[in-house]
């Protein structure tokens, strides 16, 4: 809705117009709210478009679309039946000086089109905040279904779509954290029909027009179940030339047909910690698409020549054909960075060739990317589930050096295809606001970080980091900073990427699991080819589509953080009364602590004790909410921090 809504505040010709916003688009121009000049509708001066938020103390506040300007203020009565996260068209109030307000005017859409409920008692409560929720629903249909059964509830006309299963059962998990977000699973017999059409291999001689890079001993570093190979790389030592070879989807997805309009609205594939939920059908995702071993597949290749000080000379995109030699896991290559050679054979000694130059050539190149850039210790946790999908054990995950080979060779491949347009699709991350970053500092000083006079915020985060370090706790105060700092997302204009440190960057490597790559994959091709109508195509429509595609990469963050949220709950209904350790992450008017013990990373809400940032704690779990996944303790005692570090 958001991505169509940006379209008509700046303007867009009728004939655009999607068909299933039509209804709505007549009814505007009805209210007077659209104006039709020429071929063109779009908002009237008068009104803005939006989304509500809402104060403790009931005053709405309407953050603008598509101008850069000061949220406006809504009196509560004024709301007119706007909720926190509607998105709404109000129109100006003008006159009595201060702060600019409005008035809704009409409700666009709801915040939460459906919800997900429990059966408690006869009545259902949501599974996030146990308000009830009102069901259309006879007391007699409501009785025939067991006590805790869980519903997905369209909120607009309350009624249940879905039955998800029962709150008991650990495998309603998934579809609950799916639901939350309205996604799904499985895709429309239309996109399965079109992703059967395709083979399971090529064959070259249909191809006559790409390049030939068969003959190339490609390989591809993945995690040991990946299935879904986006990339594979090549160095030839001998001209100092890095090839980044990526899954050429857009041969397969064309614009506009049943699985691209099905990848578009997914936006992203979802990982949990016991299956994929991919943006595009298996079919693709895991055959056809995939950079498999020993199989010949279409790619998009950025072939980039460094010089003798590894900055780029010559940077080409190539539609080519290739063929990878091996699928190595990162395990096994950084066994190859730790000099274990054994049981090699000629293949992987072919591949070591060029393998252990380039991973020489990487370290060089982070080094110098520092400079600019920042390395946060984010370590990603992993759970391992049993038959049942109960949690049985976490694993820290931490970055090695096989994970810096590849990165900084995708980091190549996604700056220099950033380099071939000015307006389209990057990838871009702001450097904090002001006000964050003293909230920041004021955090830190009650640690005991105490900041010297600064330049630039990049000097800023270097020393608090190197502060950190000294006292044992990088790893959490980089978190911090990682808190402090904007969102990454995807901009039609450049603004830069702070984290990085780069001017210019874009997202080329990953087509088979995020939208805005398949994106620019069709924009770079529309630019090599030189098809204009192609290319105007793309660009009308492109900065309604970034704001889609942050907002998506968002909300699939979100199932995954909800799915471990309910694994960790159902792991702590199991030893209430257990004694764990926990380091307070939150300290405010709820303290939040997370686990560090035999289980690492869940949150456990804590009474408003006196508990400051970064105490470590002896907690004992003392009540959950499987519904809400919100798992409560009480302090037993504080853990002296410096015997602790």
């Known amino acids: 809705m958001k991505e169509f809504l940006l379209k008509l505040i700046r303007g867009i010709e009728k004939k655009d117009i999607p068909r299933e916003h039509l209804p709505l688009v007549d009814d505007l121009i009805r209210h007077k709210i659209l104006k039709i000049d020429g071929k063109i509708v779009k908002l009237s001066s008068k009104y803005r478009i939006g989304k509500i938020d809402i104060a403790r ?26 909720t926190k996260g509607d998105i709404v068209v109000a129109k100006r109030i003008f006159g009595g000086g201060g702060r600019p307000k409005a008035k809704v005017v009409y409700i666009l859409e709801k915040a939460f089109r459906y919800s997900v409920a429990y059966l408690k008692d006869g009545i259902f409560f949501n599974v996030k ?51 939350l977000y309205n996604k799904k699973e499985e895709f429309s017999k239309e996109a399965e029909l079109e992703a059967s059409s395709y083979p399971d291999e090529i064959l070259p001689e249909l191809y006559p027009e790409r390049i030939d890079l068969t003959h190339l001993p490609f390989c591809t570093i993945d995690p040991v179940t990946a299935k879904d190979h986006d990339d594979a790389i090549y160095y030839d030592k001998k001209t100092n030339t890095l090839y980044v070879a990526i899954a050429d989807v857009s041969e397969y997805v064309p614009p506009m047909g ?43 290749v950025s072939k980039i020549t460094l010089d003798e000080n590894l900055q780029p000379v010559k940077e080409e995109l190539i539609e080519a ?15 190859f960075i730790e000099g274990k050679f054994e049981n090699l054979d000629e293949v992987d000694k072919e591949l ?48 090695t050096p096989s994970h810096a080979l590849i990165e900084d060779c995708m980091l190549l491949a996604n700056k220099a295809t950033a380099k071939m347009f ?55 105060v980089d978190r911090l900073l990682i808190r ?35 994106t620019l994959h069709r924009l770079l091709k529309a630019i090599i080819k030189e098809n204009k109508k192609q290319l105007d195509y793309i660009l ?106």
């Not at 629903?137 to 059964?149: D, W």
């Open 352 to 399: 070591l060739e060029w393998m252990m130059p380039l991973y020489e050539a990487t370290k060089r190149l982070r080094k110098e990317r520092l400079q600019r850039g920042f390395e946060f210790s984010n370590p990603e946790i992993r759970l391992l589930l049993d038959e049942n999908g109960e949690l049985v054990k976490t694993e820290i995950e931490r970055e």
């Open 422 to 476: 000015d307006y389209g699709i990057f990838r871009t991350h702001e450097e904090p606001a002001q006000e964050k970053i003293e909230e920041l500092l004021n955090e830190l000083a009650n640690i005991g970080i105490f900041t010297k006079e600064y330049n630039t915020t990049h000097e800023l985060f270097l020393y608090i980091q190197e502060e950190a370090e000294k006292l044992g706790i990088k790893e959490h």
């Open 258 to 300: 049943p699985i691209d309009k099905e990848a578009k609205e997914r936006g992203f594939s979802i990982y949990l910690p016991h299956k994929s939920i991919p943006m595009l059908p298996r079919k693709l995702s895991e055959g056809i698409c995939s950079l498999k071993e020993n199989v010949d597949r279409l790619a998009f």
């Open 57 to 82: 103390n009931g005053t709405g506040f309407l953050e603008v679309f598509g101008v850069k300007a000061k949220d406006l203020l809504i009196e509560p009565e004024h709301l007119n039946g706007a």
């Open 129 to 179: 905040n146990e308000m009830p929720i009102a069901v259309k629903a006879s007391k007699k249909s409501i009785a025939k279904l067991p006590e805790g059964t869980v519903v997905k509830v369209d909120n607009e006309a309350q009624i249940i779509v879905e039955v998800l299963g029962v709150l008991d059962d650990p495998k309603v998990d998934e579809k609950i954290s799916l639901a």
């Open 540 to 645: 009308r429509n492109i900065e309604s589509l970034t704001v889609k595609i942050s907002e998506l990469e968002r909300e699939a963050a979100k199932v995954e953080w909800d799915f471990m949220d309910r694994k960790f709950a159902r792991w702590a209904a199991k030893n209430i009364g257990k004694r764990v350790q926990a380091i307070v992450t939150d300290p405010e008017s709820t303290p939040i602590a997370q686990i560090e013990d035999e289980i690492v990373g869940a949150r456990i809400f804590l009474p408003r004790d006196e508990v400051e940032l970064f105490d470590k704690l002896i907690v004992e779990i003392i009540d959950v909410n499987i519904a809400t996944t919100k798992i409560y303790g009480k302090v037993i005692e504080k853990i002296d921090v410096q015997s602790a570090v």
């Open 321 to 335: 054909i290739i063929r990878s030699r091996r699928k190595y896991s990162y395990d096994r290559v950084d066994e």
């Open 484 to 518: 402090t700092q904007k969102q990454a997302g995807y901009t039609a204009d450049n603004i830069g990427h702070f984290g990085l440190g780069f001017e210019k960057y874009t997202h080329f490597t990953s087509p088979i699991r995020r939208y805005s790559d398949l």
